[in-house]
T-cell receptor, first 110, second 112 residues
């Protein structure tokens, strides 16, 4: 039973355009949501987060939107850069721990 | 970078042998986690710890045990390794129970 779902295994965008990565969750008890970025042969690195009491959080080129009624969050990257090419994981916090989605491979083409 | 070190970084072992992976942190964080990453499955939680000698199971804990005798070290043991445990294992730490977790660089384990 997958509580955090990233339904797009991959996404390809042109440099300079917007990248939108999506994530859905089923557990209404999740109170905090995070996005991680992962390059090959490295550990995931924290990117941006949002509390369940907010609907938007922005950090430079990265914005996370949360729609609690739809149990949906998205990560927007504007403008996309080739260095953004990586696997992006959505995560949700339950009691003490994070549950991750399967990840979306983003490729930004020059 | 958060002070978190995993050892070994790579290991090849035979089916049926015991294996212990170590996670060491210098951040004095309360929470520590072991995840495995597999193609098509993302990151799945194996076990976690919310304090010294306080541990609990994650979603894929069968075949694994953990120990945390001091704040800085969290050990993951495969009692009798199987080929299905071939994976990349990541340790993570958090000071606040998941609002932000920092990951180690991973251990690639191959069971032959």
């Amino acid at each position: 039973d997958q509580q955090v779902k990233q339904n797009s295994p991959s996404l390809s965008v042109q440099e300079g355009r917007i990248s939108i990565l999506n994530c859905d969750y089923t557990n209404s008890m999740f109170d905090y949501f995070l996005w991680y970025k992962k390059y090959p042969a490295e550990g995931p690195t924290f990117l941006i987060s949002i509390s369940s009491i907010k609907d938007k959080n922005e950090d430079g080129r990265f914005t996370v939107f949360l729609n609690k009624s739809a149990k949906h969050l998205s990560l927007h990257i504007v403008p996309s850069q080739p260095g953004d090419s990586a696997v992006y994981f959505c995560a949700a916090r339950g009691v003490y721990k994070l549950t991750f989605g399967k990840g979306t491979l983003l490729t930004v083409n020059p | 970078d958060a002070g978190i070190t995993q050892s070994p970084r790579h290991k090849v072992t035979e089916t049926g042998t015991p294996v212990t992976l170590r996670c060491h942190q210098t951040e004095n964080h309360r929470y520590m986690y072991w995840y495995r990453q597999d193609p098509g499955h993302g990151l799945r939680l194996i076990h976690y710890s919310y304090g010294v000698k306080d541990t609990d199971k994650g979603e894929v804990s069968d075949g694994y045990s953990v120990s945390r005798s001091k704040t800085e070290d969290f050990l993951l043991t495969l009692e009798s390794a199987t080929s299905s445990q071939t994976s990349v294992y990541f340790c993570a730490i958090s000071g606040t129970g998941g609002t932000e977790a920092f990951f180690g660089q991973g251990t690639r384990l191959t069971v032959v």
